[in-house]
């Protein structure tokens, strides 16, 4: 017997068990005489509700009434089967005070009205709660549904993201080694070599939704070595890190795809360069990550660009309304991004 099959008798046992009890009480208090004829109809009376109310749940799955809507169809089908429960119940229980010669002391006509009115009413409210529970869990069977595929779909948008990321980085580190080479050969395999450091680095990142702070520092670290070398002067970094930030989490690559931005759209537009100046701490409950760049927001794709889009979609699928992306121009001429995480 399932886990379900065995609540289900569990469930009558103990709900017809109570109404019993009940009987007895109020037995009782009205002075009824308690003797073996009436526990004899009255457990007469149990069995026969438990057989038909079960007899209405094999009717119920069998004609699928829990698929279908509450409506005038639903609820004339169940009147029709609590009436016909009602007066199954009231003519086994006149068979059975035939058989025990069990007299309530009223009419036979009027008994069998009461029978049928009393017996429907239990029958009903058995009704009503069966079909209260499974819609619950219907419910709760489709939310559960939702938020699984909200999950899986959550998993799949962060999979693609980091999918197109990668590409769009190698992209432009190559274009970035390609006008090296001729050039200056030796500073091309030098900047090879920094970009296997970057590829290493994030093909390890890909692994995780999330990296530690200073995984992606030393991702940047190797990015901006290799644009260095074709920025020369032009190029100048700041880092100013808060060591309690170092062990908290981020999304893989977003820190350098900032900062891949911030050369493309601010440093390599000014004539004389720039800088980039990149910091972190702790703000309560939140921790802060800034990116400072010489430049101005009217060179950047502020809503449509690749890399800004798509740190707003990780961090939204990652830490949902608890982090924040802003990106805006400074007083004193710089471009600022600023995210912010939750630290929890």
């Known amino acids: 017997m399932g886990g379900k099959s065995r609540y289900y008798w569990l469930c009558q046992v103990i709900g017809w ?17 308690l ?9 007469a009376l149990l069995l026969t509700g438990i057989i038909v109310t079960h007899i209405l749940r094999m009717i119920i799955i069998r004609f699928d009434w829990l698929s279908l809507d509450i409506g005038k169809e639903l609820i004339a089908r169940f009147l029709i089967a609590v009436f016909a429960g009602g007066f199954l119940c009231m003519l086994i229980s ?12 009223s009419r036979v006509e009027a008994r069998y009205v009461a029978g049928i009115i009393n017996d429907g009413m239990l029958i009903f409210f058995w009704g009503v709660i ?45 274009n970035s080694i390609r006008a090296l080479i001729d050039e200056n050969p030796g500073r091309a ?8 450091n970057i590829l290493r680095s994030s ?7 999330t990296v530690t702070l200073h995984n992606e520092i030393g991702i940047v670290k190797d990015y901006l070595a290799l644009e260095n070398i074709r920025f020369e002067e032009r190029l100048r970094t700041q880092f100013d890190i808060g060591l309690e930030t170092l062990d908290l989490p981020v999304p893989p690559l977003m820190l350098q795809t900032l900062v891949e931005n911030a050369i493309k759209h601010g440093i390599s537009k000014a004539v004389k360069g720039g800088l980039i100046h990149i910091s972190s701490r702790v703000l309560g409950s939140d921790y802060e990550i800034t990116i400072r760049n010489t430049g101005n927001l009217g060179n950047f794709p502020a809503r449509d660009g690749f890399g800004l889009q798509s740190t707003r979609q990780r961090l939204d699928l990652l830490f949902g309304g608890k982090a924040s992306f802003r990106i805006y121009n400074t007083p004193d001429h710089l471009v600022e991004a600023k995210v912010t995480m939750p630290m929890g």
């Open 17 to 33: 068990g109570i109404y019993g009890m009940a009987t007895v009480f109020f037995a009782f208090t009205f002075n009824r005489v």
């Open 35 to 43: 003797d073996f004829k009436f526990f004899a109809h009255l457990l």
């Open 94 to 105: 006149h068979l059975m005070d035939q058989v025990l010669k069990y007299s309530v002391g």
């Open 130 to 174: 069966y079909f209260l529970w499974h819609f619950m869990e219907k419910t709760r069977s489709a939310q559960m549904d939702k938020l699984r595929l909200e999950a899986t779909v959550k998993e799949l948008e962060l999979k693609t993201i980091k999918s197109q990321l990668n590409p769009h980085f190698i992209f432009n580190a190559l």
């Open 189 to 196: 395999r030098t900047a090879i070599t920094e970009l296997s």
């Open 203 to 209: 093909m390890q990142a890909e692994k995780a939704e």
